[in-house]
């Protein structure tokens, strides 16, 4: 079973998230959306160029607890969210908390052995 297939989105945190933000548009051109502090990347598959998808660029304000202590947090890609869960409550790895469901698709959240959070990310469909 393939288990991760890409990055879904990097998130990481910012002092001060309209300055950082700020200095991201004028010296990268990453352009905010209008919804939040971030940039949505959009990209089709090289083996299938049907499918369009995206990866989720994003800044946290200093005091998150969304990602735990860490600094980061990268969200991956996977296809069957139940069935990784399952492989890796096998391999004794166990998911925090409960799934969780929204309309963009099924998250699921584990910590590697350096304490990093985690997010798996089944979409609802591609983007």
Avoid at 106 to 120: Q, S, V
Wanted: proline letters at 6%; glycine letters at 10%; a negative charge.
């Amino acid at each position: 079973m393939k288990r991760v297939t890409g990055i879904g989105g990097i998130f990481f945190r910012a002092k001060n998230v309209d300055s950082t933000m700020e200095w991201y548009r004028k010296h990268l051109g990453i352009e905010p959306e209008a919804d939040y502090t971030g940039h949505t990347f959009k990209w089709s598959h090289r083996d299938a160029p049907e499918l369009p998808g995206s990866t989720v660029w994003s800044l946290f304000p200093d005091d998150t607890t969304y990602f735990g202590a860490g600094q980061f947090m990268i969200n991956y890609r996977v296809d069957d969210l139940d069935a990784v869960l399952k492989a890796l409550e096998a391999e004794g790895i166990k998911a925090e908390g409960r799934m969780e469901e929204h309309p963009n698709g099924r998250f699921a959240w584990i910590t590697d052995p350096e304490g990093n959070r985690i997010e798996l990310w089944q979409p609802a469909q591609w983007e």
